[in-house]
């Protein structure tokens, strides 16, 4: 069993910079994919990154590529989401996300943290 607690959320000016965290417990953190997912209100909740166990392949959300990156430090059993040029259309509630591969639906995810708050004002 692997439990995930996020971080890092806030309230930021568009063209701001927040970085998440996610941090693990339970499990083998190394050999879990890793990914970051995202609920603004009234849509359903969608894929943002995620990121391999191994070499640390990544993948992204088209809107989202050139401005997050998502890396992962195993020793420290974290995965981080650093969010750059931020737009008001990023706000949402932020979830990482845990299973075997970097799967890029939600559904195929084994472990969910509760959710981090990022506002991102015009």
């Known amino acids: 069993q692997v439990q995930l607690v996020e971080s890092g959320g806030g309230l930021v000016q568009a063209g701001g910079s927040l970085r998440l965290s996610c941090a693990a417990s339970?499990?083998?953190?190394?050999?879990?994919?890793m990914g970051w997912f995202r609920r603004a209100p009234g849509k359903e909740r969608e894929f943002v990154a995620a990121?391999?166990?191994?070499?640390?392949?990544?993948y992204y959300l088209d809107s989202v590529k050139g401005r997050f990156t998502i890396s992962r430090d195993n020793a420290k059993k974290t995965v981080y989401l650093q969010m750059n040029s931020l737009k008001p259309e990023d706000t949402a509630v932020y979830y990482c996300?845990?299973?075997?591969?970097?799967?890029?639906?939600?559904?195929?995810?084994?472990?969910w943290g509760q959710g981090t708050q990022i506002t991102v004002s015009s």
């Open positions: 996300a845990a299973g075997r591969f970097p799967y890029l639906t939600a559904v195929d995810y084994d472990y």
């Open positions: 339970g499990g083998t953190f190394s050999s879990y994919a």
């Open positions: 990121i391999s166990w191994s070499v640390g392949t990544t």
